[in-house]
Structures are given as C-alpha cells and as structure tokens.
C-alpha cells in the first residue's frame, strides 16, 4: 500500500536543471523523513539529500551542496528535488524513500530503507 513514484528525471547537458518529483501514497510524507539517493550503474546507492519530518531541517551529501534543493509539498504528498548545475557524474537512477524504524534522517540518507519507488533516470551530457 506504500507506494512512490518519481519523476522528472530526462537527459540534459551539463550545467543544465532538472526538477525531481516523489508522490507518495498510502502515507502521508508530513510524517516521515525522506530522502533522496541515486544509483548509477556499477556504483553504490548513495544518498543524496533527507529532509527531516518536525521543522524540515534539510541535509545534502557534499558533492550537491549548493546545487540542489530538497523540498516537501504536505497538500501535494509529494517531496521535490530541485537539481541546479548539474554533472555529468550526477548520472544515476533517483529514488525516494522512507526507513519506518528510525524515521530520521542520517546526514543526507536515512539509517535503513524501508520503502521506495521504481525511481527516475537522470542522465548529464553533452
């Protein structure tokens, strides 16, 4: 019944924008920290960015500082990623995801991952 889907996700040259949507269903995004991670292929699952649940305290991995934009739309259910400048290392699969357990953010992922979706591709090139 907990569901995602993510989108926004396209082929851009560097240095160009995309916005990343997560709509969430059979929950309600208020009440869980979210993060974003991506994957690219042969690399490990990093998180990118978590946005925490009371006062939504935003975290970012290093590499997205000042780039991108975690976002959360309660009347929409939906958590945003706004990615500026983008790399060409930034190539990857994007998901969104909550961890029931510990329900917080670990720097710019959580502790565990309990939920996510089928994710969005972002490919950067020129």
């Known amino acids: 019944q907990v569901s995602f889907v993510e989108s926004g996700g396209g082929r851009v040259q560097p240095g160009g924008s995309l916005r990343l949507s997560c709509a969430a269903s059979?929950?309600?995004?208020?009440?869980?920290?979210v993060a974003w991670f991506r994957q690219a292929p042969g690399k490990e699952r990093e998180g990118v960015s978590c946005?925490?649940?009371?006062?939504?305290?935003?975290y970012y991995t290093d590499s997205v500082k000042g780039r991108f934009t975690i976002s959360r739309d309660n009347l929409k259910n939906t958590v945003h990623l706004q990615m500026n400048s983008l790399k060409p290392e930034d190539t990857a699969a994007y998901y969104c995801g909550i961890d029931t357990r510990l329900n917080q953010c670990n720097g710019a992922g959580l502790y565990g991952m309990d939920y996510w979706g089928k994710g969005t591709l972002v490919t950067v090139s020129s």
């Open positions: 946005i925490s649940i009371s006062d939504g305290n935003t």
């Open positions: 059979g929950f309600t995004v208020a009440n869980y920290a």
